[in-house]
């Protein structure tokens, strides 16, 4: 960003802009942080309250976030299939 911003004469712009950028991925890795240590936490309450209920619910969560993913795959392959196929004629 830098750089194309100081092509383009605006060095002030440029700067401010990748500071901007880097404060955001500060707040992203903070916010995912924070909820991975609250997840833990909960994790190890539902292990106490009763016994194999929090590994149930890891198995399960888990379950969830990699059938989240191959959708989100199966979506971009979709789309990838569909453009090609719109660029092709």
Do not use: D, H, N
């Not at 609250?38 to 190890?44: D, E, M, V």
């Not at 106490?48 to 399960?60: D, E, H, N, V």
């Amino acid at each position: 960003m830098l750089v194309f911003a100081l092509a383009q004469g605006l060095f002030w712009i440029g700067v401010a802009s990748t500071l901007v950028m880097g404060l955001g991925t500060a707040i992203t890795v903070a916010v995912i942080a924070t909820l991975a240590v609250g997840a833990r936490g909960l994790a190890g309450r539902l292990a106490k309250a009763k016994p194999g209920t929090g590994m149930i619910l890891m198995r399960g969560l888990e379950t969830a976030a990699a059938l989240v993913i191959v959708l989100f795959g199966t979506a971009l392959l979709t789309g990838y299939i569909v453009s090609e196929r719109l660029m092709g004629v």
